[in-house]
């Protein structure tokens, strides 16, 4: 096994935490010998007395370079496999004040106090009990220092790329600058320090030991086929980083939708920066509100003052240069960039077109599309703020547990009441340890699926899903709220939870993004569970159909196929199955038109059922609704039967990837109809 630690994902293990004691141990032991258990020692460095700090850091730093690129060269290390740590200007040089404040005032450093206190030296145990006081109130007074903490983020900034010097030069220089700072030091040691002159031998033996490192980090840097810096980004065209644009396209985690943008531009989110990349003169005529204007020629010279934290969004007339400066901004590590989807021409047109051209038909959705246009209006255009971010809310008023689905505010008054469980279904775990729901626990949307009769991608067993859900201490008597920052996560499980046969479940509509964006209380704890016996249910549900199901369907009439995939994999346009087309007859009609345009909610009631009601979906005919694999289509399928009524509407949870896996099956391809 080849690799460091944090590439064999390793930190975090038994075998990490006791390699770690072993290096602190040992640097324990170095520090010692070298004299730093002494703040006299350490402090004669201010004095031009004691010179050891000096020549520790240098032989450290030294030897770590060459080291490093002896490696690399003989490709033993793999520069991806070494994390690069990021940059924070404004935390790094206030932090770097007060830790040489604090080294000049008391002698110590936190590394050597430690050191220090390993000797029994009082004043290293005075030194460590301030450090660890002041790194309370630092926590105390965390949400306050935050902007500091993780402002100015110039990403990982290497030594070479700040001074513009190449790596080769920069070990050279380097090994070179530690054998002038020895020789310095002990001229400064005798002068200043009384230190005695140096025996010949040991004179020799110095130069003898700087020749060497010098020679070394030559040899080093002429070695072919090495690379000597761990750079965090690699070339576009590397396959690795490559795998990764194109895995973050593939996630919907490269844009940002007009609507989006706007309600976060509106509530005046903080971890949001906006950056104009057009030029200065476009950028004087019209720009969004709160935007900040840096040309694209001045993208790549002006990245260091770029946050890599919270939301970067970049934006031009439309969509190219800020695709090409999201690309560049990936490679150099920024990976929280996103682009604005089709730029400011969208969202002129998505946000602030006139109410004359808006198009719209029902009623009560108009009343409420012109009262958030002309929130939206007022707030980029004329400038005024808003005093309720809600107001652009238009999202349909919930129904209640009724109908499977439940609004913020219900569950806000539900918070800490007994035989309630909340279900946190986003996609990274990351996302609930930084901030969730209070009380809720996490649970991937992704863990109540599997591979079922060679088909992947299915809903598990019921006995399976019982196992999984006793296992979060849900019971059967349990109220339970599912949410996510996808409305189909959210609803993939809840259908988990029907197939159980549970009574009493909802999904959350806004989801996450609703409830932060309404300023709720969020925890960051993570809830003690005790596991139950969740009793399994009897028999298979009555809601899923199987592909012999769906084919037999077809033969005996009478039931409509409604497919939910966007409309280019419907036509065989694109296809990332066995075989492009779709099921004979089907209509389709994409799940994302049943939201609220850049929300993860439902549109109201009366327009989704009138939309329905024109592509022929009426409660009381047969339906079978699916996807590619499931996921999207339990969205569509929860729509119709628990917040429309349509008495029967089936799943089919195999969808198109079992279909088209089954050359004995037919398939369509070309212009269908589309709602």
Same mark, same amino acid.
């Given at each position: 096994?080849?690799?460091?630690?944090?590439?064999?994902?390793?930190?975090?293990?038994?075998?990490?935490?006791?390699?770690?004691?072993?290096?602190?141990?040992?640097?324990?032991?170095?520090?010692?010998?070298?004299?730093?258990?002494?703040?006299?020692?350490?402090?004669?460095?201010?004095?031009?007395?004691?010179?050891?700090?000096?020549?520790?850091?240098?032989?450290?730093?030294?030897?770590?370079?060459?080291?490093?690129?002896?490696?690399?060269?003989?490709?033993?290390?793999?520069?991806?496999?070494?994390?690069?740590?990021?940059?924070?200007?404004?935390?790094?040089?206030?932090?770097?004040?007060?830790?040489?404040?604090?080294?000049v005032?008391?002698?110590?450093?936190?590394?050597?106090?430690?050191?220090?206190?390993?000797? @029994?030296?009082?004043?290293?145990?005075?030194?460590?009990?301030?450090?660890?006081?002041? %790194?309370?109130?630092?926590?105390?007074?965390?949400?306050?220092?935050?902007?500091?903490?993780?402002?100015?983020?110039?990403?990982?900034?290497?030594?070479?790329?700040?001074?513009?010097?190449?790596?080769?030069?920069?070990?050279?220089?380097?090994?070179?600058?530690?054998?002038?700072?020895?020789?310095?030091?002990?001229?400064?040691?005798?002068?200043?320090?009384?230190?005695?002159?140096?025996?010949?031998?040991?004179?020799?033996?110095?130069?003898?030991?700087?020749?060497?490192?010098?020679?070394?980090?030559?040899?080093?840097?002429?070695?072919?086929?090495?690379?000597?810096?761990?750079?965090?980004?690699?070339?576009?065209?590397?396959?690795?980083?490559?795998?990764?644009?194109?895995?973050?396209?593939?996630?919907?985690?490269?844009?940002?939708?007009?609507?989006d943008?706007?309600?976060?531009?509106?509530?005046?989110?903080?971890?949001?920066t906006?950056?104009?990349?057009?030029?200065? %003169?476009?950028?004087?005529?019209?720009?969004?509100?709160?935007?900040?204007?840096?040309?694209?020629?001045?993208?790549?010279?002006?990245?260091?003052?770029?946050?890599? /934290?919270?939301?970067?969004?970049?934006?031009?007339?439309?969509?190219?240069?800020?695709?090409?400066?999201?690309? @560049?901004?990936?490679?150099?590590?920024?990976?929280?960039?996103?682009?604005?989807?089709?730029?400011?021409?969208?969202?002129?047109?998505?946000?602030?077109?006139?109410?004359?051209?808006?198009?719209?038909?029902?009623?009560s959705? @108009?009343?409420?599309?012109?009262?958030?246009?002309?929130?939206?209006?007022?707030?980029?255009?004329?400038?005024?703020?808003?005093? /309720?971010?809600?107001a652009?809310?238009?999202?349909?008023?919930?129904?209640?547990?009724?109908?499977?689905?439940?609004?913020?505010?219900?569950?806000?008054?539900?918070?800490?009441?007994?035989?309630?469980?909340?279900?946190?279904?986003?996609?990274?775990?990351?996302?609930?340890?930084?901030?969730?729901?209070?009380?809720?626990?996490y649970?991937?949307?992704?863990?109540?699926?599997?591979?079922?009769?060679?088909?992947?991608?299915?809903?598990?067993?019921?006995?399976?899903?019982?196992?999984?859900?006793?296992?979060?201490?849900?019971?059967?008597?349990?109220?339970?709220?599912?949410?996510?920052?996808?409305?189909?996560?959210?609803?993939?499980?809840?259908?988990a939870?029907?197939?159980?046969?549970?009574?009493?479940?909802?999904?959350?509509?806004?989801?996450?993004? /609703?409830?932060?964006?309404?300023?709720?209380?969020?925890?960051?704890?993570l809830?003690?569970?005790?596991?139950?016996?969740?009793?399994?249910?009897v028999?298979?549900?009555?809601?899923?159909?199987?592909?012999?199901?769906?084919?037999?369907?077809?033969?005996?009439?009478?039931?409509?196929?409604l497919?939910v995939?966007?409309?280019d994999?419907?036509?065989? /346009?694109?296809?990332?199955?066995?075989?492009?087309?779709?099921?004979?007859?089907?209509?389709?009609?994409?799940?994302?038109?049943?939201?609220?345009?850049?929300?993860?909610?439902?549109?109201?009631?009366?327009?989704?059922?009138?939309?329905?009601?024109k592509?022929?979906?009426?409660?009381?005919?047969?339906?079978?609704?699916?996807?590619?694999?499931?996921?999207?289509?339990?969205?569509?399928?929860?729509?119709?039967?628990?917040?429309?009524?349509?008495?029967?509407?089936?799943?089919?949870?195999?969808s198109?990837?079992?279909?088209?896996?089954?050359?004995?099956?037919?398939?369509?391809?070309?212009?269908?109809?589309?709602?």
């Amino acid at each position: 096994m080849n690799g460091t630690l944090f590439a064999l994902d390793l930190l975090d293990t038994p075998f990490g935490f006791a390699m770690a004691g072993l290096i602190g141990l040992l640097f324990g032991f170095f520090l010692e010998q070298a004299g730093f258990g002494s703040s006299k020692r350490l402090t004669g460095i201010f004095y031009f007395q004691d010179m050891a700090v000096l020549k520790v850091m240098f032989t450290a730093v030294v030897t770590a370079m060459i080291g490093y690129t002896f490696l690399t060269a003989f490709g033993w290390l793999k520069p991806a496999d070494v994390f690069p740590l990021e940059t924070f200007w404004g935390a790094q040089i206030v932090g770097g004040l007060l830790f040489g404040a604090g080294f000049v005032i008391g002698g110590w450093c936190p590394g050597t106090a430690l050191v220090g206190v390993a000797s @029994a030296k009082l004043d290293a145990i005075v030194f460590l009990a301030g450090a660890t006081i002041g %790194s309370v109130i630092f926590s105390e007074f965390f949400d306050a220092l935050t902007p500091l903490y993780a402002g100015a983020c110039a990403g990982a900034v290497t030594l070479g790329q700040s001074l513009h010097i190449p790596n080769k030069l920069l070990v050279i220089a380097f090994a070179g600058m530690a054998a002038l700072a020895f020789a310095g030091s002990t001229w400064l040691e005798r002068k200043f320090g009384g230190a005695p002159i140096q025996p010949a031998e040991t004179t020799r033996r110095n130069r003898w030991a700087a020749g060497i490192m010098i020679a070394a980090a030559v040899i080093a840097t002429v070695m072919p086929g090495r690379q000597t810096t761990p750079a965090p980004t690699v070339a576009p065209d590397a396959p690795g980083q490559s795998q990764g644009l194109l895995a973050a396209v593939a996630e919907a985690e490269d844009h940002i939708e007009p609507m989006d943008l706007a309600e976060r531009l509106m509530r005046d989110d903080p971890d949001l920066t906006l950056i104009d990349i057009r030029p200065e %003169s476009d950028f004087r005529q019209f720009s969004i509100r709160g935007a900040t204007n840096i040309p694209l020629e001045q993208l790549e010279s002006r990245a260091a003052s770029l946050p890599c /934290k919270g939301t970067l969004v970049l934006y031009s007339n439309g969509t190219t240069h800020a695709g090409q400066a999201w690309m @560049a901004l990936r490679t150099m590590g920024f990976d929280n960039v996103l682009v604005l989807t089709d730029g400011i021409l969208a969202f002129w047109r998505e946000c602030l077109t006139p109410p004359s051209l808006s198009g719209w038909t029902d009623e009560s959705a @108009a009343s409420a599309g012109r009262a958030a246009l002309d929130a939206r209006r007022a707030y980029f255009i004329e400038g005024k703020t808003l005093s /309720k971010p809600s107001a652009v809310d238009v999202s349909m008023a919930e129904p209640g547990l009724d109908r499977h689905v439940v609004s913020t505010a219900w569950l806000g008054d539900q918070l800490g009441k007994p035989d309630f469980r909340i279900l946190d279904v986003r996609a990274k775990s990351t996302s609930y340890t930084a901030g969730h729901i209070p009380g809720a626990l996490y649970l991937s949307h992704e863990s109540v699926r599997g591979t079922v009769d060679g088909v992947p991608s299915m809903l598990l067993p019921g006995a399976e899903l019982a196992v999984i859900f006793g296992r979060l201490g849900l019971s059967p008597q349990d109220t339970v709220v599912v949410y996510s920052d996808a409305l189909r996560d959210a609803t993939l499980v809840a259908v988990a939870l029907e197939r159980l046969g549970h009574r009493s479940f909802a999904v959350l509509n806004g989801g996450y993004d /609703k409830w932060i964006t309404e300023k709720r209380p969020v925890a960051k704890d993570l809830p003690v569970v005790k596991a139950v016996v969740y009793p399994p249910p009897v028999g298979s549900d009555s809601f899923t159909v199987s592909t012999d199901d769906v084919a037999g369907a077809l033969k005996r009439g009478g039931v409509k196929i409604l497919d939910v995939r966007p409309p280019d994999f419907f036509t065989g /346009k694109k296809s990332d199955e066995a075989r492009p087309g779709r099921i004979p007859g089907a209509i389709n009609r994409e799940f994302v038109n049943d939201l609220v345009k850049g929300k993860e909610a439902w549109k109201d009631i009366p327009s989704l059922s009138s939309a329905y009601d024109k592509a022929g979906f009426i409660p009381d005919q047969p339906t079978i609704v699916h996807c590619r694999t499931g996921h999207q289509a339990s969205q569509t399928y929860f729509l119709l039967k628990h917040i429309l009524g349509h008495k029967d509407v089936r799943w089919y949870d195999g969808s198109w990837s079992a279909w088209a896996a089954r050359p004995d099956l037919p398939a369509e391809m070309g212009e269908a109809e589309t709602k």
